[in-house]
């Protein structure tokens, strides 16, 4: 088993660290702090950090950047899908239009996790707004067509939309709803639309519900899943059979999200948060940490067609 290293990265805590983007063209590192309604850039070669508010935004659940703009993204705020601008420096970005808004279909809703596929397409999904989120399955789960600019819902009855990851060899989408505690593998078809799913990995104990649950995900070129476990403290690494092949310790409980990045895609970001869910959450909660060491590379990040 490789022998791996666990660093902080800079930018303080956050409240709630989400959704790492890493851009291979800018080597930087974008994430959020979903309520904080801030976005982050860790610039690589600096090893500095960069923050910035959103004007307008009441939430950043996601941070994705648009093909062929280089200070263009598209943010989730509430049940917005917006187009910001940000240089990647300045403390304040601003919303250049919104592209779309599922208040009416999503009320009592908000953005959760969103990615882009290899094709340039944006996937995103939907949980209550309710404290009780464990407990009521009102979100869905959509894909956007930039050419229509709407949203194509490809399923419903979720609790807490979370990770997402394809494998493009295999033509497989793998999706994370946190309070199902499942991992399931989904067929894509060559429109993008998903079907089939199936549990591959039940984060369960003898059919209960433990206190870690799981959370943001993402894929190495082999094909295994590195799942993010709220609570627990640790990565998974999962395999393409719903094996655990090793437990990625982190040095902060509340653990949200993963992103492969890095100049040879080889370090595995971490992001977490320090906004008390169950019990209070000391420094180094809400930090990014970048581990290397793992002897595993992943897979490309996308910017979206718009």
């Not at 008390?276 to 000391?282: E, F, G, H, K």
Request: aromatic share 10%; net charge negative.
């Amino acid at each position: 088993m490789s022998s791996y290293k666990v660093q902080e990265i800079p930018g303080g805590q956050l409240e709630l660290g989400e959704a790492p983007h890493w851009d291979a063209a800018r080597q930087s590192l974008y994430y959020v702090s979903l309520t904080e309604a801030t976005i982050h850039r860790l610039d690589h070669k600096q090893n500095k950090v960069y923050s910035a508010s959103v004007d307008g935004c009441s939430s950043t659940s996601f941070i994705v950047p648009v093909k062929g703009r280089s200070s263009e993204f598209v943010v989730g705020d509430g049940t917005r899908l917006v187009l910001i601008s940000w240089d990647g420096l300045s403390a304040k970005a601003h919303i250049v239009k919104v592209i779309a808004d599922l208040a009416g279909q999503e009320s009592g809703n908000r953005w959760n996790d969103g990615k882009v596929d290899s094709r340039g397409r944006l996937y995103a999904g939907t949980m209550t707004t309710d404290e009780n989120c464990f407990e009521i399955c009102t979100g869905s789960f959509y894909r956007f067509e930039a050419d229509k600019m709407s949203f194509v819902k490809q399923f419903g009855d979720v609790f807490i939309s979370n990770g997402l990851a394809w494998n493009d060899k295999t033509k497989e989408f793998y999706y994370v709803d946190s309070a199902a505690y499942e991992v399931r593998v989904f067929d894509v078809d060559k429109d993008g639309n998903v079907s089939n799913g199936q549990v591959l990995y039940d984060f369960k104990e003898n059919g209960k519900k433990p206190v870690p649950f799981p959370d943001g995900m993402t894929i190495d070129e082999k094909g295994n899943l590195y799942v993010a476990v709220f609570h627990g403290s640790k990565v998974l690494k999962i395999n393409p059979k719903g094996k655990v092949e090793q437990e990625i310790l982190i040095p902060a409980k509340q653990v949200t999200s993963v992103a492969f990045g890095g100049p040879n895609l080889d370090e595995l970001y971490v992001t977490t948060a320090r906004k008390q869910v169950i019990d209070p959450q000391l420094a180094p909660a809400g930090a990014t940490f970048k581990v290397t060491g793992l002897g595993v590379k992943g897979t490309p990040m996308y910017e979206m067609n718009l």
